[in-house]
């Protein structure tokens, strides 16, 4: 069984940072794509970044140039940094390997 767990999570200013870690359980992260996707209020999910095993990142438009996503293959851990935080940026935040979610963490950018 595997399963993620993210952290990293809380409370920021706009305009600072934040680095949200998956670290999963069970297996690891060679077999499959990590995503990152994020849920605010009243919004549907919306996909924020991915990473291959090869490495290759990707993402979605709003976060290129301030999100970057990389892995830990020591660690089992995938890594979302996240810079310049804006307020349309505050959401529950979730990881997903292998169709498998984490928790959600919950992000949030005040004025």
């Known amino acids: 069984q595997v399963q993620l767990v993210e952290s990293g999570g809380g409370l920021v200013e706009a305009g600072g940072s934040l680095r949200l870690s998956c670290t999963t359980s069970?297996?690891?992260?060679?077999?499959?794509?990590v995503h990152w996707y994020r849920q605010a209020a009243g919004k549907q999910r919306e996909f924020v970044a991915r990473i291959l095993p090869s490495g290759a990142p990707s993402y979605a438009d709003s976060m290129k140039g301030r999100f970057t996503i990389f892995g830990d293959s020591a660690k089992s851990t995938v890594y979302l940094q996240m810079n310049n935080l804006k307020s349309e940026d505050t959401a529950v935040y979730y990881c997903n390997h292998r169709n498998i979610w984490g928790q959600g963490i919950q992000v949030t950018v005040s004025s």
């Open positions: 069970g297996s690891n992260f060679n077999n499959g794509a």
